[in-house]
């Protein structure tokens, strides 16, 4: 099945779940420009981090995000304490995040309408607070796309790489994982939903590249992006 020319699923497949960062929302361009502004409003004038840095460790949840960063930040300005500062940065990057719009990556706005159409069940399976996936996609205007969002702070789930999260998904649709496709724009999500035993569609409109993905045992069938069909 082919929805909207832009992306292949199988033909006995029930749900999609969608990671949100990086795939259907562009919060990659969003977190670059962020994360440079609170790193000098917290560090230093002088402090910045590189775009690869972080979307290498864009997959992460916020602490760990903020931790990695920090130790590959350029500042002339060693941290008096470290703790400290990562709770800063975190603190003021979720509260920035609640304000945010960030626009939908091209293509996913067919592929959803396509998806619906072809009644398939849909959700949001993210590597951020539950809430704050509900108010980013509410924001974006496409909350109401989904039949459920699963977040990372739900009791005893563990987070990804850990299948769990996915699993969570399926069961709330009332679909088998094996009838599932998971879209993910990161290994680490991939994984996620390869041991979960969904069909993994990996796309590099986030944290890893193209050729990364292709090359990963988690990835069934990667894409550069959803603007065309070709993968």
């Known amino acids: 099945m082919i ?15 969608w990671d949100m960062d990086g795939v259907l929302l562009d919060t990659l361009t969003f977190d ?3 994360c440079n502004r609170l790193l000098q409003r917290h560090l230093s004038a002088d402090a910045s981090v590189p775009r690869s840095a972080i979307r290498e460790f864009f997959p992460y949840d916020l602490p760990e995000f903020w931790k990695r960063l920090v130790d590959c930040a350029t500042s002339e300005k060693e941290p008096a304490d470290r703790e400290a500062l990562i709770a800063q940065l975190v603190g003021d990057h979720e509260r920035e995040r609640h304000a945010a719009v960030c626009p939908i990556n091209k293509g996913i706005d067919e592929i959803l309408q396509a998806a619906r159409q072809a009644g398939l069940k849909l959700a949001v399976v993210s590597n951020n607070p539950t809430a704050e996936v509900e108010n980013m996609l509410a924001r974006s205007g496409i909350r109401d796309r989904f039949d459920k969002v699963v977040g990372n702070d739900i009791e005893n789930i563990n987070k990804k790489p850990a299948p ?12 088998e994982p094996s009838r599932c496709v998971v879209v993910e724009d990161s290994l680490l999500g991939a994984e996620a939903g390869h041991n979960a035993g969904a069909f993994v569609i990996g796309v590099a409109t ?12 988690f990835v069934d069938m990667p894409y550069t992006s959803f603007k065309t069909n070709a993968s």
């Open 3 to 17: 929805l909207a020319e832009r992306m292949l699923i199988p033909e006995d497949v029930d749900a999609i779940l």
């Open 32 to 34: 670059y420009e962020l």
């Open 164 to 175: 769990d999260t996915y699993l969570l998904a399926a069961r709330q649709l009332n679909v």
């Open 206 to 217: 986030g944290a890893d590249e193209f050729n990364t993905l292709s090359a990963s045992p």
